[in-house]
Nanobody, 123 residues
Framework: QVQLMESGGGLVQTGDSQRLSCIGS????????MGWFRQAPGKEREFVAA????????YYADSVKGRCTISRDNAKNTVYLRMNNLKPEDTAVYYC????????????????WGQGTQVTVSS
């Protein structure tokens, strides 16, 4: 069972960039598909991005496509989410998640979740 811990959140200005990191506890990190999700105040948690085990496939939500890049370093057991041109509507708690199956946008199919990191974008 992998344990996940996010970092890199904080308060930023509109238009800024930020990189979130998520480190996994398990040595078989490369056997997990990784995803990023977010939950804004008063809203349901939503998909942001996902990356396959070998990083050859990535998925993005339409709301972040072109502004976000998901990547991973399996040697460091870490997945990243780089966000550019941040907007106030990107304000949310960002969660990373893992699953052993194929890459998917469906959050209910992810088995392991981190505690989240808060990103606040001021206007």
């Amino acid at each position: 069972q992998v344990q996940l811990m996010e970092s890199g959140g904080g308060l930023v200005q509109t238009g800024d960039s930020q990189r979130l990191s998520c480190i996994g506890s398990e040595g078989t990190f490369s056997s997990y598909v990784m995803g990023w999700f977010r939950q804004a105040p008063g809203k349901e948690r939503e998909f942001v991005a996902a990356i396959s085990k070998s990083a050859d496939t990535t998925y993005y939500a339409d709301s972040v496509k072109g502004r976000c890049t998901i990547s991973r370093d399996n040697a460091k057991n870490t997945v990243y989410l780089r966000m550019n041109n941040l907007k106030p509507e990107d304000t949310a708690v960002y969660y990373c998640a893992a699953r052993r199956g194929i890459i998917t946008r469906t959050q209910g199919l992810y088995n392991y979740w981190g505690q989240g990191t808060q990103v606040t974008v001021s206007s």
